[in-house]
């Protein structure tokens, strides 16, 4: 029993490890001198080698006529086999019914064979009876002109001259407009910080022979140190103005000092501020004089001030767009619809073109 279960199993394996072979025609019926196509084919596993028959053009297969064998195809399958296909293109020139026999394949050495097929073939019909009902070629004939099947072209013809002219008036059009160039202008910024150092280091070159000159007394040189606080506190009132955003140029200096500790600004030495703008006061309404020394400890107050409440990385450029008038608009308009108009102009003159062309050559041919 167990000698017979073991039979039966390799019987199974060898049935299920056989390769298929079929053959298929495309055609099972046509007519003499036409052509079909005999699929040949197997399924087998990778790696197993195939070995079709070396068939030739011109060789007879079952009664039909080899006409071309194309190179084999191999597709893998939907499982997990690969499909190799033999295509054999045959014709007949007689009208029967051919029997095609199996085709052997070798699979691994072991042949395999596909099925037999059968291929009608058919004759045309004819009558030799009464063969001058047949008629050969007959000779070339002019056609003759006819206005109906050139009248389209001619207008057609006028039409594409009028949209050259078009073009050409829109070209002129474009031409005689200048364009307009819009620039972009790119100007200098000088911080808030730096104009007012500048400022202090040109009044400190030009003030300070009106400051030395104050102690020798006299309203003119009390004038001069009047002039030289007044510019001071203005470059100063000018940078706060700038940099904080109040207009310190109205604001006593109360105020000032007021609008000062409200700021965030925790490095600011209010109190020294303070005595520079007091004793600014004093000097340009009660006639206060200072000496020396003072005089250049409150022009390192101010200098100080800045440096304290400068902003960095502040822009230095700034970019200025262009401004264009509305007759600039109008004009700007103008030039883009002229542009489109001549680009779909070259368009429809390109396709008529060669519409009529290919129209001609149909006609004359």
Known sequence: ?????????????????????????????????????????ASVKNGQHVMFPQLKAGQ???????????????????????????????TAWD??????????????????????LALKVLTVDVDTIHPNQFYGPRDVQDNPFRWSEWSGLLWLTFLLMLLYVLCWLALLRLRSKKPIVLKVRIRKIVPPHQKALD?????????????????AGGAEDAEGLKAYYSELTDILR????????FNAMEMTSAEIIERIES???????????????????????????????ESDRNLMTAVNFINETKQENVATEERIEPTI???????????????WAVALLVVAIVALTAYLCWQVFELTN
């Open 263 to 293: 700021t965030d600004e925790k490095d600011v030495k209010i109190e020294e501020l303070r005595s520079l703008l007091e004793t600014s006061d004093l000097v340009k309404f009660a006639k206060y004089t200072v000496n020396m020394s």
């Open 325 to 339: 008038t509305e007759q600039q608009r109008q004009t700007l308009r103008m030039r883009v619809s002229l542009k």
């Open 199 to 215: 400022g202090i280091e040109k009044l400190k070159k030009e003030g300070t022979a009106l400051v030395s000159g104050s102690y």
């Open 60 to 90: 007879m297969l079952g009664g039909v006529e080899v006409v071309d064998i194309p190179k084999v195809d191999t597709v893998e399958a939907s499982d997990g086999l690969l499909k190799v296909t033999q295509h054999i293109k045959v």
């Open 95 to 116: 009208d029967s019914l051919y029997y095609i026999p199996a085709i052997a394949v070798k699979v691994n050495g072991k042949t395999e064979s596909s099925k037999s």
């Open 1 to 41: 029993m167990k000698r017979i279960l073991n039979i039966v199993m390799l019987l199974v394996v060898a049935a299920v490890c056989r390769a298929h072979v079929e053959a298929t025609i495309d055609s099972v019926q046509m007519v003499v001198g036409e052509q079909t196509c005999i699929h040949l084919s």
């Open 238 to 245: 000018v940078y706060m103005q700038e940099r904080f955003g």
